[in-house]
Structures are given as structure tokens and as C-alpha cells.
């Protein structure tokens, strides 16, 4: 089976998908960015559920590269799917700590039997990740990854990003 691999332009929060990818921080308990939009759109479900993630199997928080998901809340969705991408370093090479996102993200999407995925662009935001190689990593690891999900839709909020994402895509 093939995955098919879409683009849009556009806020995550507003998409319909079995599951939404959060580009959470490690506290799970919600942030700036794409992690605020979703806490606040989402509804208080979601922080619940990460609460009673972080008092059972992540205490200390998710680390970097890892995937748990929770409810949707008031999202069009059933599932977020959370997941925290590495800060960008201009001396140290974390590239495999983002592409790790991207697989993590649908091996859970593959526990709840998620047909339809969202991805936003992993730690392009604070994290400063520059966007032609987080777009060459996401893309890349999507491609690379055995799924039964039958659509990865990468969510972009800026022209920039949609193009950069566009010319990857090829």
C-alpha cells in the first residue's frame, strides 16, 4: 500500500484528519506555536490527558523524537498525536532526532489505526530548525517509513514554508 503525501497551506488546528501531529514541548502541557494552537482549539481534554501522561509513563516529560497520543478534544480529529522535535544546532546534528518525529508520529498512528495524518513542520518554529532541510527530513522519513496510513498531509502555515514543502515533494 502506498501513502499518499499532501500538501496544504493553512492552520493545523482547522484541518480534518483521524489524527493531528502536535509539535509539542517536553512538558506536554502545552506551549507556544503550533502546541498552544492545539491546547487552546482542542479544548481542556487534551491538557487533561497529557496531565495524566505526565503523573503514569512520562513523568520527566516525552523526550525528543518520541510519539503518545491523546484525545482530539473539539478538534477535527479523534486522536493528537504528540511528538517533540529537537532544538536545530548549528554544531551538533540532531537530524535523526527529527526524522525519528516523523516515524514515531505514524507508528502510533498505526496503533490507533489512523488512516488520514497531519503533520505540521516539525521544529521550524522556536526550535529554528531551517526549513529546507526540516522539509528534506520530513519528506524524506514519511517516504522511508512502512505505514498503513493512507494519507500524510504536511500542513503549512506560511507561503514559505507551502513552497519549500512543494519543491521537495517535487
Known amino acids: 500500500m502506498t501513502t499518499t503525501l499532501t500538501l496544504t497551506q493553512g492552520d493545523i488546528t482547522r484541518e480534518s484528519a483521524d489524527a493531528i501531529v502536535n509539535a509539542a514541548n ?3 502541557l502545552g ?6 494552537a492545539i491546547h487552546r482549539r482542542g479544548g481542556p481534554a487534551i491538557l487533561d490527558e497529557c496531565r495524566r501522561l505526565r503523573a503514569s509513563h512520562h513523568c520527566r516529560g516525552l523526550p525528543a523524537g518520541q510519539a503518545v497520543a491523546t484525545t482530539a478534544g473539539n478538534l477535527d480529529a479523534q486522536w493528537v498525536i504528540h511528538t517533540v522535535g529537537p532544538v536545530w544546532s548549528p554544531t551538533e546534528d540532531r537530524s535523526e532526532l527529527l526524522a525519528s518525529c516523523y516515524r514515531e508520529s505514524l507508528r502510533v498512528a498505526d496503533e490507533l489505526g489512523a488512516r488520514t495524518v497531519a503533520f505540521p513542520a516539525i521544529s521550524t518554529g522556536v526550535y529554528r530548525w531551517p526549513m529546507e532541510d526540516a522539509a528534506r527530513i520530513a ?3 514519511v517516504r522511508g517509513t512502512s505505514t498503513d496510513v ?3 498531509r504536511f500542513v503549512l502555515f506560511d507561503d ?3 513552497e519549500v514543502f512543494a519543491r521537495r515533494l517535487g
Open 160 to 162: 514559505r514554508a507551502y
Open 150 to 152: 493512507d494519507e500524510v
Open 31 to 36: 506551549g507556544g506555536g503550533v502546541d498552544g
Open 139 to 141: 519528506v524524506e522519513s
Open 26 to 28: 517536553s512538558s506536554l
